[in-house]
């Protein structure tokens, strides 16, 4: 791409909202189960929250907790948050209190907002000012009643937006930062690629917490499309609500496209008018992509690759997605991909090798982990800063990306980035658990979890419901009478394997 045709990277994201307000205040923005906001009145409301948060002393650089559905409300948080100079923090609702209370304490926010029955909960964990959504919006509501207008704040590119907290490789989640301008330009680098309209309808089963569904919110924003949040539908609906909406744009996961292509395969009704499904997560089967393709004709089925630390690093773009069709695209518009060996040296085309990424959409690294970021973000032999991914693979001579797999303990199950280690030390949180071995699932077996206890499996797969969320939970536990140890003295996870043999998926 042209450099006069790469992304900008000095724009801040409330002045996306503003944008998109000014040229097209009376269209659709946000749909949820309660409504739509056009433009005007998603600016309005994000007025009201910067008022609401300016009279509860939140300023510049102070981080805001949400626990909240994905609903319009959260939304218009999201840009408040943005105009206050504030930094934006949006949390899964099925987050335990065992790691919830670890990303509070990290986070250290002037306050948390939950839904009202939360409230409670919340406030045993910590002793930040808890807010229910119910009144603060009442309030919010008020304040745009009234045209609210806070002073503006002296808020810059480098000045951070948002902590998006992702497992990762630790055992509890951590936060990575997210300044403005390489939040906007991300976004807006991805949009190069793919291209969101006006007249689009984004259909998004996932919650902001996640960054595939923040970035929706942006994506939209950026083509002055209309975002429909469907992340509390029930499956059932999923494809009357499609057609209902209009849908053109349905970001998927593995397990969302074969839900969505069995439904369709069993409707009688005409299908949604999508005509471009983005995957992530893991990547789609043939005969899926197939089936939607076959369900949805016409509609471009996208694939993508990317990690939060930069967001994407790589798009198939729509109009070649028949061509390379094992390759993960190429790099986003105005950055680089480079394959390096252990070393650190650049490997020839089509070597293998560890997915380092430079560009602007690099993120400066976690929150308060010095460690962890001087792991993941080092700077290249000019200076600049270079993102390790863990994950490997090789660049044709085209430049086209081609993903070969990521690190033992890193892995994805059911579209959610997950890790051994904090599986494991959720095991060790249960009482009377004395060693816990993670194992991840391979083809034709689950996820497995091997302990050390005197309790029964049902018992310990019981207590790690209760602090973690569903899809983190193994299929199977095997106690074990005792651990096999490396040299080191480490738990040698892998000498379980054996247990696992003939394990149902």
């Known amino acids: 791409m042209d450099v006069e045709n790469v992304p900008r990277h000095d724009q801040l994201i409330h002045t996306l909202l503003d944008e998109a307000a000014a040229e097209f205040p009376s269209s659709a923005a946000v749909r949820d189960a309660g409504g739509v906001w056009d433009y005007a009145t998603l600016a309005?409301?994000?007025?009201?929250?910067?008022?609401?948060?300016?009279?509860?002393?939140?300023?510049?650089?102070?981080?805001?907790?949400?626990?909240?559905?994905?609903?319009?409300?959260?939304?218009?948080?999201?840009?408040?948050?943005?105009?206050?100079?504030?930094?934006?923090?949006?949390?899964?609702?099925?987050?335990?209190?065992?790691?919830?209370?670890?990303?509070?304490?990290?986070?250290?926010?002037?306050?948390v907002i939950v839904s009202d029955e939360a409230v409670d909960t919340v406030r045993a964990l910590t002793t930040v000012p808890v807010h229910g959504i119910g009144p603060t919006w009442g309030e919010v509501e008020e304040h745009r009643a009234l045209g609210a207008r806070a002073e503006p704040v002296g808020t810059g590119p480098e000045d951070i937006a948002v902590l998006v907290y992702t497992s990762g490789s630790t055992a509890t989640p951590k936060g990575v930062i997210g300044p403005h301008g390489r939040v906007t330009f991300a976004a807006a680098a991805i949009n190069a690629e793919l291209g969101y309209r006006h007249d689009d309808v984004v259909f998004c089963r996932f919650p902001m917490s996640w960054d595939y569904g923040l970035y929706k919110v942006l994506l939209s924003c950026l083509g002055r499309s209309e975002i429909v949040l469907a992340d509390g539908e029930d499956?059932?609906?999923?494809?009357?609500?499609?057609?209902?909406?209009?849908?053109?744009?349905?970001?998927?996961?593995?397990?969302?496209?074969?839900?969505?292509?069995?439904?369709?395969?069993?409707?009688?009704?005409?299908?949604?008018p999508v005509r471009m499904f983005t995957n992530t997560g893991a990547a789609l089967p043939r005969t899926t992509i197939d089936r939607l393709r076959a369900a949805f004709p016409g509609a471009h089925v996208v694939r993508q690759f990317g990690q939060t630390e930069c967001k994407r690093v790589s798009i198939m773009p729509p109009g070649e997605e028949h061509q390379r069709p094992d390759s993960v695209g190429r790099p986003l518009p105005g950055t680089r991909v480079l394959i390096l060996d252990e070393e650190g040296r650049e490997l020839p085309t089509g070597a293998t090798g560890e997915i380092v990424v430079t560009g602007p959409h690099v993120m400066p690294g976690y929150w308060r982990a010095p460690e962890l970021t001087a792991r993941a973000f080092r700077p290249g032999p000019d200076g600049e800063p270079r993102l390790h991914t863990g994950d490997f693979g090789r660049l044709d001579e085209d430049g086209?990306?081609?993903?070969?797999?990521?690190?033992?303990?890193m892995f994805k199950r059911r579209g959610i980035r997950m890790s051994t280690l904090e599986i494991e030390a959720a095991a060790m949180d249960i009482p009377g658990v004395r060693a816990a071995g993670a194992i991840p699932p391979v083809e034709g077996r689950d996820l497995a979890l091997c302990v050390e206890t005197d309790l029964a499996p049902h018992t310990v797969l019981r207590e790690l419901a209760k602090r973690l969320e569903p899809a983190k939970v193994p299929a199977v536990c095997h106690v074990v009478d005792a651990f096999p140890l490396t040299a080191h003295g480490k738990n040698a996870v892998r000498e379980l394997l054996p247990l696992l043999e003939g394990t149902e998926a």
Not at 257 to 271: F, G, H, K, Q
């Open 235 to 272: 499956d059932l609906v999923l494809l009357r609500r499609m057609r209902e909406v209009g849908a053109t744009i349905v970001p998927i996961v593995p397990s969302l496209a074969t839900m969505i292509v069995t439904l369709a395969e069993r409707s009688a009704e005409p299908a949604a």
């Open 400 to 409: 086209y990306l081609y993903f070969e797999g990521r690190r033992d303990d």
């Open 44 to 111: 309005e409301y994000s007025h009201g929250v910067d008022a609401w948060l300016r009279d509860r002393g939140v300023g510049p650089g102070d981080r805001v907790v949400a626990r909240l559905p994905t609903t319009s409300e959260l939304v218009a948080l999201f840009y408040g948050v943005s105009r206050r100079g504030a930094v934006f923090v949006p949390l899964n609702t099925g987050m335990k209190a065992f790691h919830l209370r670890s990303v509070v304490e990290n986070a250290e926010p002037r306050l």
